[in-house]
């Protein structure tokens, strides 16, 4: 059983930047790829980005590539998202899933979940 820990959210004037960890417990870390997704008020659950494995390869949705970025260290078990250029769309709680099958953009691919950091961007 894998245990994720989210931290680093909180508010932030647009523009600006904050950096998201996802810390894991319990597993092989590197044997999953991790994901971000975040839900806003009244709003599904949406893909943000992910990272394979090794790190290797990265893939992100067309509303946050180039100001968002994943990465991880499998070292400290830990995946990290780099957010920059922030908007006050990008409000939303963001929650880091692991996953060890196929389909990176979707919400049931992922087996463990964290329980979420808040992300406010104040326009």
């Known amino acids: 059983q894998v245990q994720l820990v989210e931290s680093g959210g909180g508010l932030v004037q647009a523009g600006g930047s904050l950096r998201l960890s996802c810390t894991a417990s319990g597993g092989t870390f590197s044997s999953y790829g991790m994901g971000w997704f975040r839900q806003a008020p009244g709003k599904e659950r949406e893909f943000v980005a992910a990272i394979s494995r090794s790190g290797a390869n990265t893939y992100y949705a067309d509303s946050v590539n180039d100001r968002f970025t994943i990465s991880r260290d499998n070292t400290k078990n830990t995946a990290y998202l780099q957010m920059s250029s922030l908007k006050p769309e990008d409000t939303a709680v963001y929650y880091c899933?692991?996953?060890?099958?196929?389909?990176?953009?979707?919400?049931?691919?992922?087996?463990?979940w964290g329980q979420g950091t808040q992300v406010t961007v104040s326009s």
């Open positions: 899933a692991a996953r060890n099958r196929a389909g990176i953009t979707t919400t049931t691919s992922y087996d463990y």
